[in-house]
T-cell receptor
């Protein structure tokens, strides 16, 4: 199975940018990179996903390395509401299903 | 609000019993996924249905079963419950494969 490696935890000051790294050195050519987050007492929430090119949406930006072995989720201005566990996931497209395999994720703390 | 509705929100029962968890996907979504989140195992994929048909199975016990009905809602049946089945059970839906999954708020199952 393609695996991802993320730091266990990170801290950020409110209103500052946050860069959440993810390593996925065994990624295959067709694996999309997905990011989800889970706020306390809630279900996971989709953040962003991409294949090769950098992606932007209203929540965040996703920067993908040229060799695709790593990626970075960028929150441009952290707010207290962004405190959550962030999961970097490779989808198992080749399995014919799109189940998400969650790791331990990165717990982001935002300091007021 | 993700648009995915899970009922009940909380369920308390005893060992050996059987329960049914219900999920209504977002309008128009054909895929339904079930996940289990426990303290020691994290978020684990259980099963995926697409338009009434089972597409993939993950770490789902034989005591557990699921189905997706013609109106696309899904039920997860858990039988012969054990203490270790205490967990949060999440349902997610997506229009089809390789698209963002939208999660419900989960059902918290407590086995006494």
């Amino acid at each position: 199975d393609a695996k991802t490696t993320q730091p266990n935890s990170m801290e950020s000051n409110e209103e500052e940018p946050v860069h959440l790294p993810c390593n996925h050195s065994t990624i295959s050519g067709t694996d999309y990179i997905h990011w989800y987050r889970q706020l306390p007492s809630q279900g996971p929430e989709y953040v962003i996903h991409g294949l090769t090119s950098n992606v932007n949406n209203r929540m965040a930006s996703l920067a993908i390395a040229e060799d695709r072995k790593s990626s970075t989720l960028i929150l441009h201005r952290a707010t207290l509401r962004d405190a959550a566990v962030y999961y970097c996931i490779l989808d198992l497209t080749g399995a014919g299903s799109y189940q998400l395999t969650f790791g331990k994720g990165t717990k982001l703390s935002v300091i007021p | 609000d993700s648009g995915v509705t899970q009922t009940p929100k909380h369920l308390i029962t005893a060992t050996g019993q059987r329960v049914t968890l219900r999920c209504s996907p977002r309008s128009g979504d054909l895929s339904v996924y079930w996940y289990q989140q426990s303290l020691d195992q994290g978020l684990q994929f259980l099963i995926h249905y697409y338009n009434g048909e089972e597409r993939a199975k993950g770490n789902i016990l034989e005591r557990f079963s699921a189905q997706q009905f013609p109106d696309l809602h899904s039920e997860l049946n858990l039988s012969s419950l054990e203490l270790g089945d205490s967990a949060l059970y999440f349902c997610a839906s997506s229009p089809s494969g390789n698209q963002p999954q939208h999660f419900g708020d989960g059902t918290r199952l407590s086995i006494l």
